[in-house]
């Protein structure tokens, strides 16, 4: 099997303009699926609204594209009803963190065992260039012509703190490195996340002067070092890379397993 045997190829070309990073967290996405030996049948992608949300439509698994911010909801709902199904949601700021932040905040708590990927493009780009949760002070948006002021969340610290026992960070640069990233949290049982910083140069690019993708992915490779780096530790200034959590847990649909189980009994059946 190869990649395009993962993807329903008469919806090619794709909407992405030229030079979304999000192309790049799709190939590495498929071929941790791929390297992994996943049969398309053991997969359900969940996926929300705006330009990350288009990927549930692009893969040939079993896919559902929900309502803006809910696919952790819905994939919450299938996981349960299904729990042998690997779940994989790719979500994009809003959808994970703005308005999927509750969702996103209780499926760690829960410690579900679901895959949620986070491409961070600092921007809304589907709808036109609004700053997003994850856009950070001083960022130009249609929304902040004069820059922004509002701080941004960490992503890898705000699941950490809700809960999440499989805490990832990469970049679109790293391409490799996001697969085997992926791949370890598809294995891991439990709520893993994984963040990609993902460029988008036509909104948040442009509006911010960092150049076209090439600029903005070379940055990527400027502005981040692996963890337990020698560059990280003379500059904590940098962005960090690689897993910062993973841990074990009991898994949420295990434990439900418990609860029903213990119904059962006290039902006499």
Not at 68 to 77: D, K, M, P, S, V
Request: glycine residues 10%; contains cysteine.
């Amino acid at each position: 099997m190869a990649v395009q045997d993962l993807l329903r190829q008469r919806f090619f070309p794709h909407m992405w303009c030229p030079g979304c990073g999000h192309g790049t967290v799709l190939n590495s996405l498929l071929r941790a699926v791929l390297e992994l030996g996943l049969s398309k049948n053991e997969i359900v992608m969940t996926s929300g609204i705006g330009c990350s949300a288009r990927i549930s439509g692009y893969v040939d698994f079993h896919s559902l594209h929900t309502l803006h911010g809910r696919a952790l909801a819905f994939a919450t709902g299938v996981k349960l009803s299904k729990p042998e199904l690997t779940l994989l949601v790719p979500m994009g700021d809003g959808d994970a963190l703005a308005i999927g932040g509750n969702h996103f905040i209780h499926a760690a708590r829960r410690n579900i065992d679901i895959t949620a990927i986070v491409m961070n493009n600092r921007i809304y780009g589907m709808t036109g260039g609004q700053f997003s949760p994850l856009s950070g002070i001083g960022v130009k948006a249609t929304t902040a012509p004069y820059s922004t002021i509002d701080n941004n969340f960490d992503v890898v610290e705000l699941a950490t703190a809700a809960g999440a026992t499989f805490v990832a960070r990469s970049t679109t640069y790293h391409a490799r490195e996001c697969t085997e990233l992926i791949k370890k949290a598809i294995l891991h049982k439990g709520f893993s996340v994984v963040e990609i910083l993902s460029q988008c140069p036509t909104h948040f690019g442009r509006k911010n002067r960092e150049g076209d993708a090439g600029q903005m992915l070379e940055n990527y490779k400027k502005i981040t070092a692996k963890r337990g780096s020698k560059a990280l530790e003379e500059n904590p200034g940098l962005i960090g890379r690689g897993i910062f959590v993973e841990k074990e847990k009991p898994e949420y649909c295990q434990e439900y397993e418990k609860t029903i189980a213990l119904a059962m009994k006290g039902a006499g059946r």
